[in-house]
């Protein structure tokens, strides 16, 4: 079986985020699915690990219903601009893209040389540069061929150490060396409860993070349904874990790498050699020709 690999020198990450890569050794963007470094020793055994890590699960807002829409080739250009798209963000903020499930992607932030703080801003900041660029820039190119109400949802959670099992999952090259968590799991719940081009997150990432509390607010609080305010209890042991709607648009205005034009709310990235504001842009711009009904 072979593995399909993304890496910065054979496909390119895009030259207008290349500032975004500092601290991001290149080892980091050559990258296998299904196949976390630090963990990639386990594959083939019967081993196992416990260590902390960030999962987040990135998801196509009611993708099924695009079938009743628009073409199977119009799908795989949503799909696939959608997903390369998250890719290339997630790679520059150092995360480790383990999975692309249909519409989706799974990626890990964090690992054993990485603290926990680190790992939960950089999951943060890629979750926030993406969504921008699918409620914006995206949304522009889609409708101008047609292709409307096309929305993201993620789910980021963190477990500690005592809460993330590393094994391998599957038999012989029908595998993959991957978590056995809840807080992976609850990740993945997570976005189902986001809202169109939202991040839900876990109470844990809230901690780690260390961000300020003009940042987030409990799901029950935008659902008005107290049953919200938890996405996962054990009542008899008295555990209770908090889901919140993190506000990536106020988030993304303190970022130290970005500019907002104050007249058109644009941003644009710090550079010492580019000033395009989108710098996702030519993702998107490819597969351009092709977005038709």
């Not at 990258?31 to 470094?37: A, E, I, N, S, Y």
């Not at 250009?77 to 390369?84: D, F, H, L």
């Not at 012989?172 to 993945?188: D, K, N």
């Not at 809230?206 to 003009?214: A, G, P, Q, R």
């Amino acid at each position: 079986m072979s593995y399909q690999t993304f890496s910065a020198s054979e496909n390119g990450i895009l030259p207008s985020l290349q500032d975004l890569m500092i601290q991001v050794p290149e080892r980091k963007l050559n990258q296998r699915l299904g196949l976390h470094p630090d963990f990639a020793h386990l594959k083939g055994t019967e081993n196992i690990e416990d260590s902390a890590i960030v999962s987040m699960f990135i998801d196509i807002k009611g993708s099924t219903n695009l079938f009743k829409k628009y073409s199977n080739p119009t799908i795989v250009i949503i799909q696939n601009t959608i997903q390369r798209a998250a890719i290339h963000t997630c790679l520059i903020f150092g995360g480790y893209v383990h999975r692309l499930q249909g519409d989706g992607a799974f990626v890990y932030f964090g690992g054993k040389e990485i603290n926990l703080e680190t790992a939960s801003k950089n999951a943060l900041k890629a979750a926030t540069i993406f969504t921008y660029f699918v409620k914006n820039d995206l949304k522009e190119l889609f409708l101008e061929q047609g292709i409307e109400k096309i929305f993201t949802r993620i789910g980021i959670d963190l477990g500690y150490d005592e809460d993330v099992t590393w094994a391998m999952a599957g038999t012989g090259e029908i595998s993959e060396v991957t978590t056995f968590s809840l807080h992976t799991s609850l990740a993945s719940k997570m976005q189902s409860y986001a809202e169109s081009n939202g991040i839900v997150i876990g109470e844990n990432m809230v901690t780690e993070s260390k961000i300020s509390d003009d940042f987030y607010s409990t799901v029950a609080s935008r659902t008005m349904n107290n049953a919200d305010r938890y996405i996962f209890q054990i009542p008899e042991e008295s555990f209770r874990y908090t889901q919140y709607d993190f506000r990536w648009d106020k988030y993304l205005k303190t970022l130290d790498f970005v500019v907002t034009d104050p007249y058109t709310g644009r941003i644009s990235i710090k550079s010492k050699t580019l000033n395009n504001p989108t710098y996702l842009k030519p993702i998107a711009e490819t597969n351009k020709p092709y977005l038709n009904k």
